[in-house]
């Protein structure tokens, strides 16, 4: 691989074409996504430790402040994001699959200039979803437990002991599953679509629901084992997320590049 500046960003083009995908797609995909991640480890590392230390930031400042109730879903619902800070990986797949040797310089240019452009309203889009996730568990607490502001031990002992507990666990969990399925199907190849392509928010986010609704069973499979890798990455204090985030961001690329095509002009 020659060591140049970045390739431009497609062009607009016509309506993209979406095929149905098969476990053979996901398993080339991760295959493909932990090449990249063996090629280009430092990228991996960089954007794997800015997601771990977010991670921790939501865990412990919550509890420091008097807002134990907070860090369970801040935790579930920073996977949320985790599209978005994945970007940076995206063109290091990108790059790499256009012959070219990812350099710093090019990858964090790329990553700066989506501010301009539609994915970063894609992102603001996902931001949302996060809070509106966080305002409803708000309103889930004090429906269940009032506006008092309790300390972890209690809360815990209020939230694992008692009948309220229970049921705010299992309707704050069916709303976030909703939510979580929403955010997936929104947002799954919409966001390395607007990093290789100069399409609108709209399409994009239209190509992804449509690429969910080809193959339902193996996308849902899909977001459910992201789903599980990411929560089983954040059990060691969120360490996890250093392999976790790079693998599934290079994988999600060539998931895309598998999915989704382009007639000719």
């Known amino acids: 691989m020659t060591d140049t500046t970045s390739p431009g960003i497609a062009p607009r083009s016509r309506e993209p074409v979406v ?4 476990i053979e797609d996901i398993k080339a995909a991760l295959e493909a996504g ?8 430092a990228f991996g590392l960089f954007f794997g430790a800015i997601y771990w230390l977010g991670g921790l ?5 919550p509890a420091k402040f008097g807002y134990a109730w907070a ?8 996977a949320l994001v985790g599209p978005f800070v994945a970007v940076g990986l995206y063109e290091v797949s990108r790059l790499r699959e256009a012959g070219v040797r990812p350099t710093w310089g090019a990858v964090l240019a790329t990553v700066w200039r989506q501010g301009g452009r539609e994915l970063s309203w894609l992102a603001f889009l996902t931001i949302f979803v996060f809070i509106i996730w966080m305002y409803q568990v708000r309103m889930l607490y004090a429906l269940f437990f009032g506006f008092a502001s309790l300390d972890s031990v209690l809360f815990a002992k209020a939230l694992f002991l008692t009948t309220d507990g229970w049921t705010f666990l299992a309707v704050g969990t069916a709303v976030g599953a909703v939510m979580a399925l929403f955010t997936f ?25 449509r690429a969910v609704q080809a193959s339902p069973q193996v996308m849902l499979g899909w977001g459910a084992v992201t789903a599980a890798a990411v929560f089983l990455a954040m059990a060691p204090l969120f360490a996890g997320l250093l392999l976790v985030l790079p693998l599934w961001g290079h994988a999600t690329w060539h998931l895309y590049r598998r999915l989704v095509s382009f007639p000719p002009d």
């Open 19 to 22: 095929r149905a995908a098969t």
């Open 71 to 78: 860090v369970f879903p801040l935790a579930a619902g920073f």
């Open 57 to 61: 930031a939501l865990m412990i400042l």
């Open 34 to 41: 932990w090449g990249d991640l063996r090629a280009a480890p």
């Open 185 to 209: 199907s929104i947002t799954v190849i919409s966001f390395p679509l607007l990093l290789d392509r100069d399409l609108d928010i709209v399409t994009a986010i239209i190509t992804s629901v």
